[in-house]
């Protein structure tokens, strides 16, 4: 299989979606992806034991795509070999009568990970300028000053969530937090398919639902507003990947190995050694519980 190479996937100039691919053309069968993924999972669940213990560093994952492109499954395959203490999977939702009393990122603050442990947000904060873009209205229920009705919210709202959002991964970067933000690019064809899927196969019938339709005939003013979101947003310390995701079983592999590439980078993350006087005291610690 072609070795996966994070920076061909990550945002660095300004992009435009349309012109990215949603597959990547490549010899392998599912079986092989599979084998690979279960490599870079298990490597990454080892790592994170020994990040766990360094406790200097957090993980953060952003996960964002339109519905059905695969977020939850990944979740569960590139991580399933993870200690269930190491990692946290938040799926954030419409924000309730005691989140809208705070600003917006505030319930984000408190889902970030604690230090050696890796958290996933299944969306992100991110949603504040996506699907609140696309259905202005729900700016409203935040109750912000000056604005009183939609038409208050200019494109410079906007501007200012974006330097939001930067400042808000800087400082967590700068206090040990690692950021990767994902965007699982599938097509609108590969979504219909998986939509009739959902539909013909009771197992998943539960999954469909009404609003999946309806925010699918607003496709092209998502795609817009993740366009301008991401060359926004995608900065050094918080980088943004667009991974081709109409074929699940590769993006998830494409997931977990720029996430193991990138945290090899982190050369400084060791187990720490044994205090002196233990080093010393090994054999006679060792006599004490022989002896019981």
């Not at 233990?278 to 019981?292: D, F, I």
Request: with cysteine.
């Amino acid at each position: 299989m072609k070795s996966i190479n994070p920076d061909d996937f990550k945002v660095t100039d300004k992009i435009a979606l349309s012109k990215i691919p949603t597959e990547l053309k490549i010899d392998a069968d599912d079986d092989e992806k599979e084998e690979k993924l279960d490599k870079v999972s298990s490597k990454l669940s080892s790592f994170q034991d020994v990040m766990y213990a360094h406790n200097r560093y957090s993980v953060l994952i952003c996960l964002q795509g339109m519905d059905t492109s695969g977020k939850d499954s990944l979740i569960r395959e590139v991580f399933k070999e993870f200690n269930a203490r190491g990692v946290v999977v938040h799926s954030f939702k419409t924000p309730n009568s005691t989140e809208l009393e705070h600003d917006y990122l505030w319930r984000h603050y408190l889902a970030l990970p604690e230090k050696g442990k890796f958290a996933v947000f299944n969306r992100t904060h991110y949603e504040n300028v996506l699907v609140t873009r696309v259905h202005p209205e729900y700016i409203m229920y935040e109750n912000l000053p000056g604005i009183d009705n939609v038409s208050n919210i200019t494109p410079e709202f906007w501007k200012n969530r974006f330097e939001q959002i930067n400042n808000f991964e800087k400082h967590i970067v700068q206090n040990g937090t690692i950021v990767m933000k994902f965007f699982l690019n599938m097509s609108k064809e590969e979504q219909r398919k998986r939509l009739l899927h959902r539909l013909d196969n009771h197992v998943d019938n539960w999954k469909f639902s009404i609003g999946d339709l309806k925010e699918r005939e607003l496709w092209d003013n998502y795609m817009s507003c993740y366009e301008d979101a991401i060359n926004n947003t995608s900065t050094n310390h918080a980088p943004w990947y667009i991974i081709p995701a109409d074929d699940k079983e590769m993006a998830r592999y494409i997931v977990a190995k720029i996430i193991w590439e990138e945290m090899q980078k982190l050369t400084d993350i060791k187990e720490p050694e044994l205090d002196d006087k233990v080093k010393e005291n090994m054999k006679l610690y060792r006599e004490q519980l022989e002896k019981e």
